[in-house]
C-alpha cells in the first residue's frame, strides 16, 4: 500500500562460524597469507587457531581429551626449550604449539570443514596453478602480494607452483584435497560424478606441477584407498584398467618426458637405488640420519637453535655426508622437520609425537593414509609448522556410522 513503510531484517553474521571457515580455509592454503612473513608456511591459521581456542576457554568449551592436553602442556614447554647461545627462532618454538592447536580445532570442530570451503579451496588452487602455468609474467608479480616468494619464474623442466613457494609444496595440497573429497564422497556428501570429476581435476594440476612429489604421493593415496573399497577381481579389473592402460600409454609415450616428476618415477621404477642417488631425497635421508644419530648423542636434544651445532658434532664423529653423497650439505639448514626437532628436542619430542599419534582414536584404512602421509610430511617434506600434517591427523578421528568404511 502507498505510503507504508517496510522493515528490512537485518542482516547478521555469526563470528564464530566465520572465524572457523577462516580458519580452515588458511589450514587448507597454508602458504598464503594477507602479509607474507619470511617462511614459507605462515602463521595465519595458527593465529586465528589460538583466537578460537581463547573463545573456547572463555565460553568454557574447551573440553579436551588427555592426548589432547598433554600434547598442548609439550608444546607450551617446547616454547621455552632453547638455547639462548644458538638464538631464539620465533617459527621452530612456535611450530609445536600451532600443531596442537590445529589438531585440537580439527578434532573438536571437523564439521565446520565444509564442503563449500573444499570446494573454494580446490578452485582458489587451481586458478592459481593455471594462472601461473600459463601467464607466469602476469601471476607471478601478483602473487607475491600473497606468498613468501614464487620460485619459478618461468615454466620449463619445472612446473607451476601457483599460490605456494615449490610446485612440489602445491602437489603434496593437491594430494590432501583429494583426500578430503574421498572422505566427503564415503560420508555421502558429493555424488560418485564429483568425486571422480574433482579427483581428475587435482591429477590435472599435479601433471601442471611437474612434481615428482606429486607423482608419487596422489597416485599411492588414490590406489590405496580405490583398491581398499574393491570387494572382488571383477570390481578391481572394471575400475583398474582403464586408468592403468591410460597411465601406461602416457609414461611410455614418452609425451611427459619433459616433466620431472615423470622422469623421478621412471627412474625410480627401473632402478629403486636410485632414490638414493636423487639429490633431493638424498638431502632428506641425510637429515633424517642425523636426527636420529643425534638421540644417541644427546638424549635431551641441543634446545631450540641447536640443529647446526648437532649436525657438525655427527658429521664429525660419523662423517654421515660421505653414505649420501649426492645431498648438499646439512649441517646448516634440513628440510626435515624430524631430524631438526629430534637434534633440539631428543625424547622430549619423542614423547610429543607418541602423543600426537595417540590422538587417533581408532585405524582404519582412511586413518593408515593419512598418519602415512602425516609421517612422511613430518619425517621428509615440510616444517614442523605445516598445517595440513595436523589436519589429516586430526581427520583421522573422522566417522561416520553410516559408512562401513570407517568400521573396517
Known amino acids: 500500500?502507498?505510503?507504508r513503510s517496510v522493515k528490512l531484517k537485518p542482516i547478521t553474521i555469526e563470528l564464530y562460524p566465520l572465524l572457523l571457515?577462516?580458519?580452515?580455509f588458511f589450514v587448507l592454503q597454508p602458504f598464503v597469507s594477507p602479509i607474507p612473513i619470511s617462511s614459507d608456511v605462515q602463521p595465519v591459521a595458527t593465529i586465528l587457531g589460538l583466537i578460537i581456542f581463547l573463545v573456547d576457554l572463555v565460553k568454557k568449551n574447551a573440553k579436551v581429551g588427555l592426548s589432547v592436553f598433554l600434547l598442548m602442556l609439550i608444546s607450551g614447554f617446547?616454547?621455552?626449550?632453547f638455547n639462548p647461545d644458538y638464538g631464539f627462532s620465533l617459527t621452530y618454538q612456535f611450530g609445536l604449539l600451532s600443531a596442537a592447536l590445529i589438531t585440537y580445532i580439527v578434532i573438536t570442530k571437523e564439521n565446520a570443514l565444509s564442503l563449500k570451503l573444499l570446494r573454494f579451496s580446490t578452485y582458489f588452487?587451481?586458478?592459481?596453478?593455471?594462472?601461473?602455468f600459463y601467464f607466469a609474467d602476469i601471476f607471478v608479480p601478483i602473487a607475491k602480494f600473497l606468498v613468501r616468494d614464487i620460485k619459478i619464474t618461468e615454466i620449463g623442466v619445472r612446473g607451476a607452483s601457483g599460490f605456494a613457494s615449490e610446485p612440489s609444496f602445491t602437489a603434496v595440497l593437491c594430494t590432501v584435497h583429494f583426500i578430503l573429497f574421498y572422505l566427503f564422497y564415503k560420508k555421502g556428501l558429493i555424488t560418485k560424478k564429483e568425486?571422480?570429476?574433482?579427483?581428475?581435476?587435482?591429477?590435472?594440476?599435479?601433471?601442471?606441477?611437474k612434481s615428482g612429489t606429486g607423482f608419487l604421493y596422489f597416485p599411492a593415496a588414490y590406489l590405496f584407498l580405490?583398491?581398499?573399497d574393491l570387494l572382488n577381481i571383477r570390481s578391481i579389473l572394471k575400475f583398474s584398467i582403464v586408468p592403468l592402460i591410460a597411465i601406461i600409454i602416457l609414461f611410455g609415450s614418452g609425451f611427459f618426458d619433459g616433466f620431472r616428476g615423470v622422469a623421478l618415477v621412471k627412474a625410480i621404477a627401473k632402478n629403486p637405488s636410485y632414490i638414493f642417488m636423487d639429490g633431493a631425497a638424498a638431502e632428506r635421508f641425510l637429515g633424517f640420519s642425523i636426527g636420529i644419530l643425534s638421540v644417541y648423542e644427546n638424549p635431551l636434544g641441543k634446545g631450540g637453535g641447536g640443529y647446526p651445532v648437532a649436525a657438525r658434532e655427527i658429521e664429525s664423529k660419523y662423517s654421515i655426508?660421505?653414505?649420501?653423497?649426492?645431498?648438499?650439505?646439512?649441517?646448516?639448514a634440513t628440510p626435515s622437520a624430524l631430524a631438526r626437532c629430534l637434534t633440539e628436542g631428543g625424547w622430549i619430542f619423542i614423547l610429543w609425537l607418541?602423543?600426537?599419534f595417540s590422538t587417533v582414536s581408532s585405524i582404519n584404512r582412511f586413518s593408515i593414509v593419512c598418519l602415512g602421509l602425516s609421517s612422511i610430511f613430518i619425517a621428509f617434506s615440510f616444517s614442523i609448522a605445516f598445517t595440513c600434517t595436523y589436519l589429516l591427523i586430526g581427520l583421522s578421528n573422522s566417522k561416520d556410522r553410516g559408512a562401513q568404511f570407517f568400521r573396517s
Not at 571457515?21 to 580452515?24: D, G, I, S, Y
Not at 588452487?125 to 601461473?132: Q, S, T
Not at 568425486?195 to 606441477?209: E, G, V
Not at 655426508?321 to 646448516?332: E, G, I, M, N, W
Open 195 to 209: 568425486y571422480n570429476l574433482k579427483t581428475l581435476l587435482l591429477f590435472i594440476l599435479i601433471l601442471h606441477t
Open 78 to 81: 617446547w616454547v621455552v626449550w
Open 21 to 24: 571457515a577462516v580458519f580452515f
Open 125 to 132: 588452487m587451481a586458478f592459481g596453478v593455471v594462472a601461473h
Open 226 to 228: 580405490t583398491f581398499a
Open 1 to 3: 500500500m502507498p505510503g
Open 321 to 332: 655426508h660421505a653414505v649420501f653423497p649426492t645431498a648438499r650439505s646439512q649441517l646448516d
Open 354 to 356: 607418541t602423543v600426537l
